[in-house]
């Protein structure tokens, strides 16, 4: 398989595709929260999805759909809903499939956010969970033998940057008709798992895909749903199968927001979609700049680091990720590298001396970022549950930038050196 991302394709599929050639070049923003319709009729057709203009901004408007358009051909994908953040993508999905009495498969580590979702809220409206390593084969054909409806799992782990065997995972949800969701947010362009045989991909459009950090936002992706034989009509997916025989080839746009949207409103604004598309244009060169950067900062902190601390990559021939690095990930993981102080004085004392990283729970962001991960993000996490996620006391977790890949190693150096 040839794994490796064509930047100049999307250099030119983004920037074309994004804002208009004749009238105003940048895309317009639409911000108004209701829509006048032509006649009774035209309204009975928008209500019926018959005919194809803005019903009323809760269930979408053309600013969002503009940027829908563009994620869906950048992910490979048929159709997508713009949210109002990234985990407003993730409990739409959820939610519009999953029902009280139905359990998620939750393959490998995940961020915070998304990990509180699971094991907290969804647990209070009586969807369980169960959680394995990304490669506990067992454990998750033992799982998708027993009918489950979705699996949720995240292109790269954050911050254990543990690599999955995505297209065995892909594989094997298509062998027993289960749906899988992958957060692909670190891996935008480097990784397109619907093109691969997901139905699902969401993203924080807050992170890589807007690089600004101007802008709130999270997106999800679907496959187009197959005219015969899709996996939604299994039987596990009674409930929903009225829609998908009146909807067809896009189904998967009324499943979540007549389950979804509709109801609990995650619905992105018009100017937050606006400022997703103006960072999204300029995605491919910053991706592939970042990426290297990342690379070559971890060679660097590996080789001249002193001891005490240590930086983890999959690109770095200790890692345990390695061989899978260079085989899927040819040209990159994402933004994120990790270093482990040892101790949380440690961290602490190295975080503090850095002069041009910026401290905060970001990623994938223009700017370097570091931060502490037990006492933030995972400070109300047990022991067992950070054990899990690959998270310890002297871990700090880094997103690489676009400044001078060289400024930032010697920033991470000179702090080193000063605890
Ligand atoms: C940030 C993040 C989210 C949540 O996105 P928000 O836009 O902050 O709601 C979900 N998944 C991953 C991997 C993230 O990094």
New binding site residues.
Partial sequence: MNNTTDFNYFNTLLVQNIGNSVGPIAPTITPSAAFGYENAEEAEGIFAAEVNKPLYARVGNPTNAKLESVVAKMEGGFASIATS????A?SMVVTAFLNSGDELLCIGGF?G??YALVNETLKRFGISNSFCTVDDFTHIENTLKRGIKMVLM?SVG?PSLTLPDVQRIIDLCNKYETLLMI?N??TPLLLRPLTMGADIVVH?S??NMSGHSAA???IAVFREVKEAGDKLLNDKYADIHKIVKKMGKKAFIPICKKRAIRDYGMTANAFGSFMTMIGLETLSLRVERVNKSVEAISLLLDAKLPQGVSVNHPCLSSSPDNARYKSDFPDGCGPLLTLDCGTKERAFKLLNHLKLVILTAN?GDNRTLALHMTSTIYSDFDEDARAFLGVHEGLIRVSIGLEDPREIAEDFLQAAHAI
């Fill in positions: 953040s990234g985990m407003g993730i961020f956010g998304t995240e954050n957060d947010t670190p924080s807050t992170k709130l936002g999270g990623i």
